[in-house]
């Protein structure tokens, strides 16, 4: 997969009067990667998106979209961006088809072909002609990611591109984006509150926190670092005290689950085959052993507590 | 650049709202020359019609307190009726084109219906939160802003052009099509009686109506592209067009007033020679309004390309 920048922020940085609202961004969004941005309300990340698709001018630093500043060269850079800011606030007035055709008459060389083809594929053919104010909320969503592939863009910037979509939509959306992005190398940049969607979808989390940027890494790595697992552990009711002082042996707690013969412990992953061969050498029945894995949830939330 | 125009042409035309006003402009237009023609009464003999409408001005001109502007009307239709009788020429009857001259008063809701949609056009972007799709394409600000105003202003010279195509039908049902070559008594501008093409009268009535239409569409348009409120901005242009036509009559007391706008904004007191201050003409009407227009279009311009859209 060919890894080229698609989107450089360099000290990208917002000031509202004294207020600073995004604090000197430096990364790279590469092609080819589903990049997550995520943070808690009001850490400036509809503010960055803003400023990446020339809503708002950037106070200091720069953004570049393939090469070209979105500050001096607007209509270049902005030709490889697709996208839905905030909502997907389309006219309402206007029939479904209308609203692609006007988003298709503001950019060069996109057929009438090309329009059906982008309604297919996000599955609005039935209602394509009946006015937006009757869509749902599912469906205006679906409307604003064919808007934004009319021109097939190199980087697709989606702000909670899962609002409104029922389960299978937001499936069938993480598949088409990881596809876009996998097999077509776009750059798909995604801010979202859903956590759990956010593991599933990206390959790159980012967080930002107060207008700064505290992480950026790999998803798995990101979840995985540093990380204490909660180990479960079903023992014979009648041995759980004689478990708890062998747990204790190892320097750890173990703390009673919610059955009589459950119990956990705040480990390593990797000091599990240790912990099984103590119980056992000491005659202990183990009847299951089950690591939670850690969710971007979990480490998000430790993270936003621990810059508190 | 056709592009843009033909999306914010079909943002106009795909509102409810415009075929409102299209049918209340073509439903106003009709109705006021049905009721022109109903109320008519036959002049059996027109001398003596006019000997009773010189007696009738001139008890006018020494009872009642008139106005200047209602003086200087008065002063000049009993010129016209005393011309008319001194050299036998009859008054036009029965001409469609000298009707819709009479009915010229009907473009001031052509500019107000112009004033509701231009109001709209910026603003509701705003409001229906469409602005951030609008805008990032690959199209500058100056560019879409630019289209918006070309748009509107287009609607606005349909709507007018509308007013004369619905007037003349009506008419021309009523009394026949017209002779082009028709003349009339008309003021010229150094205030003699002189004989006019009627038609050619009523074209530059329309046609000249055109600029003070676009200066309240551009007023409107640049105080809903500010304020980002159509309501406002209708209110405050319509409180100025209102306020507007009595400022005319102030204009004759108060010399500085020419060079506002509403002093300027009604062609119609030069077609009948009726000047709010001697200096003022048809000229230097056209150019005041022309220099509101590019103040207030500039304006809209920079406010739009600067401000951060949130």
């Known amino acids: 997969m060919n890894q080229q920048p698609i989107v450089q922020f360099q000290h990208t940085t917002k000031k509202i009067g004294r207020k600073i609202i995004v604090d000197d961004l430096n990364f790279d969004v590469l092609a080819g990667e589903v990049f997550g941005f995520l943070g808690p309300n009001g850490a400036g990340k509809t503010t960055t998106i803003r400023m990446m698709v020339g809503l708002i001018k950037i106070s200091r630093g720069d953004i570049l979209i393939k090469g070209h500043s979105i500050a001096r060269e607007f209509e270049k850079a902005i030709r490889y961006v697709g996208g839905i800011v905030e909502n997907p606030d389309l006219y309402k007035y206007l029939t479904g088809y209308q609203n692609l055709k006007h988003y298709a008459r503001m950019v060069s060389g996109i057929s009438k072909k ?19 104010s009757s869509y749902s909320l599912g469906m205006r969503q679906r409307l604003g990611i064919a808007q934004a592939l009319l021109h097939h863009p190199p980087l697709l910037i989606l702000d909670e591109p899962t609002n409104g979509l029922d389960p299978a939509g937001i499936r069938e959306l993480r598949n088409n984006l990881k596809e876009l992005a996998h097999q077509e190398g776009v750059a798909v940049f995604v801010s979202s509150h859903l956590l759990s969607e956010m593991q599933l979808m990206c390959d790159k989390i980012a967080v930002l926190q107060k207008g700064k940027l505290v992480s950026i890494e790999n998803v798995h790595e990101f979840i995985a670092k540093d990380s204490i697992s909660r180990v479960y552990l079903e023992v014979e009711a009648s041995q759980t005290e004689l478990t708890k002082m062998l747990v204790a042996d190892l320097n750890k707690t173990a703390v009673a689950g919610n059955g009589p013969s459950e119990l956990w412990i705040q480990m390593n992953k990797e000091e599990v085959p240790e912990l099984n061969k103590l119980l056992l050498d000491n005659g202990i029945r183990v009847l299951s052993i089950h690591v939670q894995e850690r969710t971007l949830e979990d480490k998000f939330l430790e993270m936003m507590e621990e810059e508190q | ?18 075929w409102i006003i299209l049918f209340l402009l073509i439903a106003i237009t009709a109705g006021s020359f049905v009721m022109n023609k109903l109320n008519e009464e036959p002049v059996s003999d027109w001398r003596a019609e006019q000997m009773e409408l010189m007696e009738r001005y001139q008890g006018q001109l020494e009872i009642d307190e008139l106005s200047p502007q209602m003086y200087a009307d008065t002063e000049n239709k009993l010129q016209i009726a005393n011309y008319r009788l001194q050299n036998d020429i009859a008054p036009v009857s029965g001409n469609p084109w000298s009707i819709l001259l009479r009915f010229s008063g009907l473009i ?5 219906f112009a004033i509701v949609i231009a109001a709209d056009v910026v603003s509701r972007e705003y409001t229906s939160g469409t602005i951030k799709l609008l805008l990032i394409r690959p199209h500058s600000r100056s560019k879409i802003l630019f289209s918006k105003y070309i748009s509107v202003s287009l609607f606005a010279l349909g709507m007018l052009a509308l007013l004369v195509i619905t007037g003349y039908c009506v008419n021309a049902i009523f009394y026949g099509f017209g002779n082009l070559s028709t003349t009339d008594l008309f003021l010229n501008s150094e205030g003699k009686v002189t004989e006019m093409n009627v038609f050619l009268q009523t074209v530059k009535m329309y046609g000249l109506s055109f600029l ?12 809903s592209t500010i304020l980002r409120n159509s309501a406002l901005a209708v209110g405050i242009s319509l409180f100025i067009m209102i306020v507007g036509n009595s400022i005319i009559e102030a204009t004759s007391y108060l010399p500085g007033l020419k060079y506002l706008p509403f002093a300027n904004s009604d062609i119609s007191l030069y077609i009948f020679h009726l ?18 227009i590019l103040v207030l279009a ?13």
């Not at chain 2, 003070?212 to 105080?223: C, E, G």
């Open chain 1, 114 to 132: 090309r329009i059906n083809e982008i309604v297919e594929h996000v599955g609005l053919k039935e209602s394509i002609h009946d006015k937006v």
């Open chain 2, 212 to 223: 003070p239409i676009l200066s309240y569409v551009t007023l409107s348009f640049t105080i």
């Open chain 2, 298 to 310: 500039g304006l809209s311009w920079q406010v739009f390309k600067k401000r951060d859209t949130a």
């Open chain 2, 108 to 112: 001031e809701m052509v500019i107000i």
């Open chain 2, 1 to 18: 650049m056709i592009g843009l125009i033909s999306n914010e042409m079909m943002k106009i035309v795909n509102r409810k709202l415009t």
């Open chain 2, 275 to 292: 000047p709010a201050r001697p200096e003022m003409t048809l000229g230097f009407s056209l150019s005041v309004l022309v220099m509101y």
